[in-house]
């Protein structure tokens, strides 16, 4: 009989590899998510039992904990706001509790690597979380990472973006600090095995990889991987975790509410102190993956298409999380609306292409040089701008980020909705959609629907209406015609 697990934070970016991984070892998984949608295309999402819950709402947790063996913690809060410690504190007593009393056998923990004395705010937060678990009465192996390695992870996205972007780097004085990261799968390889720790054990683990390096020395190291030159790297003492907080919000897709928090981790050497998991687990076949090695396989993942989870399938904080009212009252809203429609020679099935294949590297269809300036904008401030791109090339599921775009809604074939995540003073979102006609062709729909926030949204929304017709008009006419272009090279 095999043994059940409950994993939380399965929609995030080490949860969602975890579960598939947690299948294949032969365990019974179940998932406590607050929105069991976003799970809805996942390709394990039929094997495993999920439950709608949230660990702030301690009523919600003993139907999810019960007959539970082991609990995989795996929710961490990367906001730059002070309150996020107090949620993350209240979290965490809450799932103590709970999982006390349903009798669960083992707890595992994720937290990350930090030196003794005074620790940023993510970080001392990641280790107060393992210090209430292994008081919690349940034992606990609180696993203590760095800089995890992988396709679509944030550390590697930020090393990738500023060694691709700048041939000369000034950077902060952090870039000589010794980091010891830790490739992705070798991460997943002691969680799971974590499981299986003898019941007395309740301590923390250090784990890292086989390379102990500078910042700047990963990104170079990256630079080779990727085949490009090393980067000269200054050391400047004038820039602050601040300053180099917003250097990174707007030179990669970073968001500063993600920038700021690791900015601020990255001020001390986070290395290895111990090897005692060595003692309960054995290194993985062929050992542990190197920096190098780890860089490669990353990039192998992205140049196939094939990232399985990524950072930016964490919705941005602040981010309208409701779902569009239904149409067509919108009881209660002020809302404004953007229709247009067109009618195509195109099949539906070729529309649906284009309309499935939006943004990225395709872009928007319309005046790149005006969705460039609006995601430049949204990066200063503060917003996630228009450069995170999209996970697959040509694929897109619900709860996908797309440029400053969220995924909220596919219909395969027929309708696509996005939510947007950009910085606005109210609720926007776009909607795309094809019909067959009755002449063999496709009618498309093309909405934008804004929600405004008192009177800077209507002043927002005026002040962008005489662009409306260029930007929306051209993306609805290029849509289309990109469709009968490639509807008509394969006939030929």
Not at 438 to 459: E, H, N, V
Request: glycine share 10%.
């Amino acid at each position: 009989m095999s043994r059940k697990v409950l994993v939380t934070g399965a929609t995030g970016y080490i949860g969602g590899r975890l579960v598939p991984r947690l299948l294949e070892a032969g365990y019974d998984v179940r998932v406590l998510v607050r929105d069991p949608a976003r799970l809805s295309e996942v390709p394990w999402a039929d094997r495993v039992e999920v439950v709608k819950g949230d660990l702030a709402n301690p009523s919600t947790l003993p139907t999810a904990f019960e007959g539970i063996e082991v609990l995989y913690y795996l929710v961490h809060s990367m906001g730059a706001k002070g309150e996020f410690e107090s949620a993350e504190r209240a979290a965490a007593t809450n799932v103590a509790g709970a999982a006390k009393a349903a009798g669960i056998r083992r707890i595992v923990y994720l937290g990350g690597l930090h030196p003794d004395g005074k620790l940023s705010p993510h970080l001392r937060s990641r280790a107060e979380v393992g210090r209430i678990l292994l008081d919690s009465g349940v034992p606990t192996a609180a696993l203590q990472a760095g800089v995890v390695i992988g396709s679509g992870s944030t550390s590697f996205e930020m090393i990738r973006h500023l060694t691709d972007v700048l041939p000369y780097m000034p950077a902060p004085r952090w870039v000589r600090n010794f980091i010891q990261p830790i490739a992705i799968r070798d991460v997943l390889y002691y969680l799971i095995a974590s499981a299986e720790l003898p019941d007395a054990v309740n301590r923390t683990f250090d784990i890292g990889g086989p390379d102990v390096l500078r910042y700047g020395q990963m990104m170079n190291g990256y630079a080779l991987e990727a085949g490009l030159r090393q980067r000269p790297i200054a050391s400047l003492p004038v820039l602050t975790p601040w300053l180099a907080s917003q250097w990174v919000n707007l030179v990669t897709p970073i968001p500063r509410s993600l920038a700021v928090p690791i900015i601020a981790s990255l001020q001390y050497d986070c290395v290895v102190h111990e090897h005692d998991i060595d003692d309960y687990i054995p290194k993985p076949d062929g050992g542990l993956t190197g920096y190098r090695r780890s860089v490669r396989l990353a990039l192998d993942k992205m140049r196939a298409g094939e990232v399985e989870t990524s950072w930016q399938d964490s919705a941005v904080q602040g981010a309208p999380s409701d779902l569009l009212p239904s149409d067509p009252e919108w009881t209660g809203h002020t809302v404004f609306t953007d229709l247009k429609q067109r009618h195509t020679t195109a099949p539906p099935a070729e529309v649906w292409t284009v309309i499935e294949g939006i943004g990225g590297d395709n872009g928007w269809y319309s005046f790149p040089l005006a969705w460039a300036l609006r995601g430049w904008a949204d990066k200063i401030v503060g917003g996630v701008g228009l450069r995170r791109g999209r996970r697959h090339p040509s694929r897109l599921n619900a709860g996908d980020a797309l440029d400053f775009w969220r995924v909220e809604k596919v219909e395969r074939g027929r309708f696509l909705r996005l939510r947007a995540e950009m910085k606005v003073p109210g609720a926007a979102w776009l909607e795309l959609g094809v019909t067959a006609a009755d002449d063999g062709g496709s009618d498309y729909r093309q909405r934008a629907i804004f929600f405004p926030m008192g009177l800077a949204g209507r002043l927002y929304w005026f002040s962008i209406l005489p662009f409306h017709g260029a930007i929306f008009n051209g993306m609805a006419n290029k849509i289309t015609q990109t469709a009968v272009v490639q509807a008509s090279r394969e006939k030929g």
